[in-house]
């Protein structure tokens, strides 16, 4: 009976079991590629920097939530332990140990080993573990223990192999691998009276609780001190330990334990409640074997794995549920039952129940919305809308996209919104019986009522609809208000139901609709408060979600005021559902689907977001002080450092040289590239959604160019100088030899133009000769002309004459011939017209002179000038002008007065210049 009976509590608690551990706490994992490190993890512990420190085979990390570091000892061995004190990080390895300490953003080791001999050579003189007993500190290896008082070094040997050493009260117990438990006193070492059944186990943890003494055995489980002896764990969970070997123990507050196991992962047992997690690779651990167990200030577990880490957030508001079977799929709304949860998912609708998923019958495809009313879940699918009621599923319509199931605030009624219209349930007794809202068969999302006759509708893809109904639910009217209110971007519009009013979230501005104008009106406590919010989900009256900028806050409203409380984004980063987040409250918790599952957090939990921040910048991989320089044109990287890496962790975001725009700090990093010379200014902020709040700054200057430094505007003015002097003395020369040049040139140029004018004198010397030689030819051709026609005619004459003389003997009749032929050879006026004719030609030029400077000459004085100019005396022009010599002087006196000639200035002479 004593046998069924344990079997039968072992079962139910192992039933219990499997359906506690759905939830469980956030879990961030790190491997290799994260810290660039090797597999195993000895030892975990966070310094009094905040950061968190890891004893990694090799190398010493440190990770402080932004960077991770690693740190090789100068002799390469391999790190095995480590303990923080103030802000010395002591570390033990293989034949040495000493302590690490943070300097100008660095570690720096410092052996206390070096140059003793204090290891023997044959031993395996690893220290596994350091701790402090007694103002000492005790260093810890498989043969002996060092105990260093910061001077001296005193080396306590055992007659056994040593697994590990623990301090209990003012007790120090040491454990051999085969030989049990000792107590130590001084150097001396005695087995307590009962722990036996201690033998041949290796001890791996020795832990008080609740005024109880716990020894964690590697095979033989958990064993609890007791007056007379040890005695086993009452606990089923202390076979399972058994079976996977129990590597390392430690308890927690809020009266938890955690064990970490060989091939299981961890397990969190809670004494409360008297259940467990277990957080393996089953779920969300990358590996089974936990080989050191630490703590951070939030009382959050860092777990040092045989290949990687995991941070455990055990005391975050937050838990998870994960699916990493596949079979839900993307869950799209969850309601917690008497029995578990019963799920919607884009798969079907499921019953989690006892640890195993069940798909509800003839629910295959997309499932939609869950709503509890009473006892009832009404469940909106695809191929219409179910009631599970009792763990029994009926289908209550066939109307297809039960999107989203709505209560109206005036009185019991509820309403559903579907790919074609609206379906209206006014009796909760009896969901089967529905009515469907006539005339409106549009793919709606949202529906919601606050007064009587009149509900508001939101398209599945644009639009505000106002319908107004009779009693019957008969459409009177629908009115699209959003094009009424001349919205133009009117896609996905929400509805969000607050305290009796209904608002409407219409491109990130919340609207109100004013009846008196029929038209929505943007509303000030809103907008005022809740800027660039993309979606809103309801949880009750005083509490919703908002989305901002893909951060989600959970909003209290109290006393008039909205207290935020920002969801940090590693939680559901990349899982949200977009315009389909959905809210289920239980109890003093709420669900939200995801991706992969669905979260639960606690609906009073404030984030108080950690203010405290530390600022390290790094230019070149040093650490540049604040108000420190760098360089022109280097990489500024500034890590923002919380030292919280839990819910807490706060949303950091800055501002550079005051500038008006918040930048989010993404992975608590800033890195500043191109900056102008000068002094420069990053404030970092705190945000909670509403208020930014300045928590930090760092102030630095940015040198000038190298080519703008001291010595180059030094060099730059010298070669400035050089140039100026260089190019003075060369222009000086070029001027000098110009100079030189231009007077030769000058004096060439001179002898050229007194030859050129000596030639062109000459020239016009020849000119002027061979003019006058012409003019003269021509006179002289004038007057041969003239003497040969006058020649010619008095010879003819003389002939003629001589002629009659030889022939007339009559003396009257003689004198009368010599007449007749005297008249005869006269020139007659057509032979002087032809003598005029070429005598005019050949003076056309001198005419032409001179009768442009001459106009009122007239023809016979021009002539007169001719004859003139030809150099004949007036008795020689008088025949040729046919008038008497007198004539001639009287009309070349009136061509002097004409000419304006006196008396003094030869006429001739006057005429041959011309």
Known sequence: ???????????????????????????????????????????VA????????????????????VVWEKYALPNKTIIRSILIEDDRIYSGSYKEFGYWKRENGKMNYVSITKNLRLFDEKDNEEIWKIFRYKESLYFQSFNDVFIYNGKNIKKIKFPFLISYCFVVDQDLYVASVNKGLFKMNGSKISNPKGWDNLKNTVV???????????????????????????????????????????????????????????????????????SYKNIDRNNVLMNNSVLSIGFDKEEDLWLGLDNGIAHVEVNSPISFFYDNS???????????????????????????????????????????????????YIIGHNDGTFCYENGALTKINNVSGGWNFSKSIINDTYFQSTY?????????????????????????????QNKKNEIWAADNYRGLYRVLLDDNYKTKKIENITQQSKIKNDFGVKIFEFRDEILFLINNVWYTFNSLSNKLEENELFNSNFKNISDVIAIDKDHFLVLQEGILYHIYAHDGKFIWNIIQEKYYKGKLINENLRIFRSNNHYLMNLDDGFISLQLGYINRQNRGVKVEAYNNHELLPDEGKIKHNTELKINVISGIYGASKPNLFYQINKDKNYIPITNGSIVLNNLGSGSHSVVIYKHDGANYDKVSSFDFKVAQPWYFSFWMILLYLLVIAAVLFFYYKWNKLRYTQKLKLQAEELKHQREILEMELKKENELNSQEYEKHILELELQTKSSEVAGKSLSIAKQT?????????????????????????????????????????????????????????????????????????????????????????????ELHRYRLRKKLGLNQEENLSKFLLSL
């Open 420 to 448: 074609s219209g609206i379906l209206v349930y006014d009796d909760s007794s009896d969901f089967k019986k529905s009515k469907v809202i006539n005339d409106f068969t549009k793919p709606i999302k949202y529906v919601a």
């Open 1 to 43: 009976m004593k046998s069924i009976l344990l079997k039968s509590v072992f079962f139910f608690f192992i039933a219990f079991h499997i359906q506690a551990q759905e939830l469980l706490p956030f879990v961030e994992n790190y491997n290799k590629s994260d810290y660039q490190g090797d597999n195993q993890i000895w030892n």
């Open 46 to 65: 966070q310094g009094k920097d905040k950061a968190m420190y890891f004893a990694n085979n090799h190398y010493l990390l440190r990770y402080d939530g």
């Open 796 to 888: 003819e004459m003389i002939d003629k004459i001589q002629n009659i003389l030889d022939s007339e003997k009559d003396f009257g009749k003689l004198k009368s011939e010599i007449k007749k032929a005297i008249k005869i050879n006269e020139v007659n006026k057509h032979e002087w017209e032809i003598f005029e004719t070429n005598l005019n030609q050949i003076h056309n030029e001198f005419i032409v002179n001179l009768s442009k400077k001459y106009p009122n000459l007239t023809p016979k004085d021009i002539k007169l000038c001719i004859y003139l100019k030809m150099n004949l005396s007036s008795k020689e022009i008088a025949p040729m002008m046919n008038i008497s010599f007198r004539g001639v």
């Open 204 to 274: 791996h943890a020795v832990e008080k609780h609740d005024g109880q003494t716990y020894i964690f055995t590697q095979k033989r489980g958990i064993f609890i001190v007791g007056k007379n002896g040890l005695k086993a764990w009452n606990n089923p969970l202390n076979e399972t330990l058994k079976s996977n070997g129990i590597n390392v123990a430690k308890f927690i507050r809020n009266n938890k334990l955690v064990v970490g196991t060989g091939n299981k992962g961890v397990f969190i047992y809670d004494f409360k409640t008297n």
């Open 326 to 376: 596949g079979i839900l799929g993307s869950v799209y709304s969850v309601a917690t039952t008497k029995k578990g949860y019963l799920i919607a998912s884009n798969h079907g609708i499921f019953e989690f129940d006892s640890g195993n998923f069940k798909m509800m019958p003839n629910t295959q495809g997309q499932g939609w919305n869950i709503t509890k009313i009473n006892d009832k």
